[in-house]
């Protein structure tokens, strides 16, 4: 919101400057975020009576003009054509600056020296303040040889602030003013008392006002006649903008700077043009229509607020008024509406429509029922004084007054909060917003709550008023005395950490992606129908396709990361991972799975002065995992699975203490080349459920006698694989047998074509003995012929 | 010959000399020609042995070949050193270039969010809170109704929210982990949470998707000073220096009073009102906090009267902005290797 200091400064005293009153606002909860000058640059100009107006003598499309402003006189020329004589317009002598940095002086035009200039709106500025083309007319209630910045009121500071939902009463000036009085003790409030007497009577030849809805518990209407639209006057147009809110008529601009003073809103009525001799409010039909005055077609439904006249609707509760009843240059009656609405009736509405106006804006954080009819008042007097129009008359309906409300608020509760419980002190301070007790009491006082303050319920709420008012800082910071129990980070994040510094050893920077991913990311993986990854939750009101489903799987923002690390230009190996949620659709909840997922890439250039050594595979992957798991003490094995994204050839299943854990797998070649990514791209993705509990609880016993080493080689097809191989050679290796490990893979020369030798070094152990070489040998010859036996071949 | 003793004790005296400061094999040579070539020092003595009476020869000789041996010993270890430091053949074959860059994976690197995370996390673990996590998908009730706001009220604007199917949303907040935690473990309860949050903004310092960490205290005769003390430990620690704190009147729903905190700006300390960091301001808005609201409590099964509490929320990609000097948020979620491995680069 924009508050112009000038206008504050009507309603109440300031003890303090600017940038004093700024910090205060500021610490006590109305963040000020910016203070400025209005039109800062501007400077220079006087205001100007023109004297006489005659064609330029060489060129017909210009003017010259004689201006006086008083002790000083000057010639001007000028190409606008709608000035006459007697108007008082800006003007800009010799040394006068706009708005923008402009710097004026004299100018020959065609022998005719122009002393400056006369100004347009633009040229100061405010082009939002011009009614029409050409220099800026000012109106009536200017002389000439004022300076202009100080007639236009333009020596004022505007504060932008920052108000909170709770605190709706401060959406005007009336309330700001009278939240300054309270931050400074010797501030004065002034407020505004309006000359005309809020007086309820009939309205000649109107029906009545009919109230259906809660929502709507008051309603008034001021009538005025002899209506006669124009533009409103020079000041007034000038503090609507620096207000942030553009002049229209001066109808409309008399609703919207009481809505800014007061923070009631208003709506003013063409009466010619409603439908009906009646106001009704009532809640709307499903599938009801308004056209509002901006143009669009409205479809309400029955939760909505509706003013009907005639039984047809004239405006939304509170958000918009009808462009069939709207005021338009020939409105001759008008009816102003002064009414209030249910705030949550009205935000609702509001929301739902996509209409965020000034009205709903302030609705939605409660307006006083009691302003109404002063704001009513305040309105049509400004209108009367602008010659805008004559008011003849006001009704209303329903009841403006609240129930009295107390709070108590004990000095228990108090001290126990903000370490003082002096109720003396708080009374001080409440009294300045307000709130006023007629209780001395030293333990507990009841507090009246005025009707502007609806955010105050609760002895919490009168606290916070107390404390931010008295100032945060008297609080001194102390630790909390008790600690009941230590601080622990859990075994889930005791995973997490082993998990990433594991990781991050072995190589691979950590990335977080969006936990949101287009659609084509996920069926770019082909999952088939059944698979729950195939059907990932949506969004309702993504920011884009890009990112308007829930991710199933961690590999779209992973595929992503390298794709964005190539095409800037990141040339070596890749290895990222990624811990966090993938979500699932169950019934009618979203289920979520903590995963860790990772991607490697041998990147565009894999050159290395290590040759292969250096480049990544599907093994070196594998051992990653393994080293992962092995930090929380859990073994895993790989075993042939498949993936539809994956590599057929190339795809396992990961293990973890022989449950299904998760994937690693080279991605499918077609998905490479579709996706423009380098091969080999590797890729995992674990559950982190079974690394939660530490199985690192025990260690074995310390073996006190050697082993014997035996090798042995077979050969075996192509296809089959090295783990059933060992497992087999575990399973008939007999008691004795403790370790089996592959150190060999050989094809060619002496291999029959199709086949592969597999050579393994088996430890024999006895842990209670030392073994003879003889018995070891006969162990060995036995796991040879039983081998055999099977069908494979020894070498 | 005089005494043998006497001619020994002043050789090896002489010897010592001598073979501290030979600092070369070929000087090590020189010192053994002189005291046990053919006619060095001790060989000579060696040769005069002969002449002593019978009854003196035998002692005689064994303290001289005492002295020779010890000799022999200190000449070998000391030349052994020194030989040590010669290259051999084999080793001028065996040279390799020792500068190559050490060959397997270089260092990988943590997310600069999650670091923060980390550190946070065990600041405040050691103030007695424990880590407590909820779920990313929320419904209403947890991150609206449970926290005081309800349907339709203003503050909903505050946060703008992703919703899904069936009334379910992407949490705008770490608070609603407030109300899960409470009915879990009841009170006194220290907890803190980590964690994604969701909210309909994208521009350079607002992600769609962020992390925030909530903490939430819930004990008897908890107060504003407590709250005071437990924030200013933690940013004094995660910035590694005490910096001023200011806080402000602000608004959340869940709280009562509810305060913005404020810290010096850790790039100018208030002393470049041109800074980039801090607007000039010379603060920085660090974190929403509050004494928890009664109904929040109530929410979460806890009697309001007996115990009360206060909580806060702070953004730690925006801590983690701050304490890496980083001015654009986005990059944190692009997995830019150069950017992320980038860390103790010089800037």
Partial sequence: MFASLNWLKELVDIPVDTPMLAQRLTDTGVEVEGLEVPVALFRGAVTARVVSIAIHPGRPDLFVLTVDAGKRKGVCVTAARNLEGGDVVPWGPPGCVLADGTEISCRDFQGVTSEGMVLSAEEIGLPGIADEYGILRMGEGFTPGEDARAALGLDDTVLELSITPDRGDLLSMVGLAREVSALFPEARYKGITPAIQPRASRLDGFEGITLTDSGCPFYALGALEGVNIKPSPMRARVRLLLSGMRPISNVVDATNLVMLLVGQPLHAFDDARLPGRDITVRLAREGEMILTLDGKTRVLDGEDLLITSGGKPVAVAGVMGGEESEISGDTTRVLLESAHFDSIKVSRASRKLGIPSEAAYRFSRFVDPCKAETALAVAMEMMASWGAGVPSGWIAAGEAAQKERKVALTSKVLGKIIGTGDLDMATAILERLGISTGDHDPSVRHYSIPSFRPDISIEEDLIEEVARIRGYDKVAAELPPVMHATGDITDRMRAERAVRSTAMARGYSEVVTYCFVSPQSIAALRFPGPDPRSSPVALSNPLSVDMSVLRTTLVPGLVQAVLKNISSGWRRAIRIFETGMVFFRRGREVEEVFKLGGCVCTGVDSRSPWGDQGTEDFHSVAADIEAIFASRGVAVDLVPGSEPFGHAGKTARVLADGRDVGYLSALKPEIESEMELPAPVFLFELDMGPLVHDGKATFGEVRKYPPVFRDISLVVKEGVYSSDVLALIRELGGPLLEEVRLFDIYKGKGIPEGHRSLAYTLAYRDPERTLRDDEVDQVQGRLRDQLAQRGIRLR | ?347
Avoid at chain 2, 51 to 68: F, H, K, Q, T, W
Avoid at chain 2, 157 to 175: I, K
């Fill in chain 2, 1 to 347: 010959m005089g005494d043998i003793h006497d001619d020994v004790s002043r050789i090896e005296a002489l010897f010592r000399s001598v073979l501290s400061t030979a600092d070369s094999v070929e000087a090590l040579q020189g010192v053994r020609v002189r005291f046990l070539g053919k006619k060095g020092e001790v060989t000579s003595l060696l040769k005069q042995l002969g002449s002593l009476p019978d009854d003196e020869r035998p002692e005689a000789g064994r303290v001289l070949n005492e002295l020779r041996d010890s000799m022999e010993r200190s000449l070998a270890e000391k030349t052994r050193q020194y030989a040590g430091a010669q290259v051999t053949a084999r080793e001028r074959e065996e040279w390799i270039d020792v500068t190559l860059p050490g060959r397997g994976r270089p260092w990988g690197a943590f997310h600069p969010v999650a670091q923060v995370t980390q550190e946070a996390i065990d600041i405040f673990v050691s103030m007695g809170f424990s880590v407590a996590y909820g779920p990313e998908v929320e419904d209403d009730f947890h991150n609206f109704e449970g926290l005081n706001i309800p349907p339709h009220h203003p503050a909903r604007d505050m946060q703008d929210t992703f919703y899904l199917e069936n009334g379910l949303l992407l949490r705008t907040h770490t608070s609603p982990v407030e109300v899960r935690s409470m009915r879990k473990w009841g009170a006194p309860l220290r907890i803190i949470v980590p964690g994604k949050v969701f909210r309909r903004d994208s521009d350079q310092t607002h992600t769609p998707m962020f992390h925030q960490l909530e903490g939430l205290l819930v004990d008897e005769n908890i107060s504003l000073a407590h709250l005071k003390g437990c924030l200013e430990a933690f940013v004094n620690r995660i910035f590694g220096r005490p910096l001023k704190a200011r806080y402000r009147g602000s608004y959340f729903p869940f709280t009562e009073p509810s305060i913005e905190m404020d810290v010096e700006c850790v790039a100018c300390s208030g002393r470049d009102p041109g800074c980039r960091i801090c607007k000039g301001t010379g603060w920085l808005e660090i974190s929403g906090l509050g004494m928890t609201h009664p109904n929040v409590i109530r929410a979460g099964g806890i009697d309001p009267v007996r115990y009360n509490g206060f909580a806060w929320g702070m953004g730690l990609d925006r801590i983690a902005m701050l304490k890496y000097g980083l001015n654009d948020l986005r990059v944190f979620f692009e997995g830019d290797l150069a950017f992320l491995n980038s860390k103790g680069e010089r800037r």
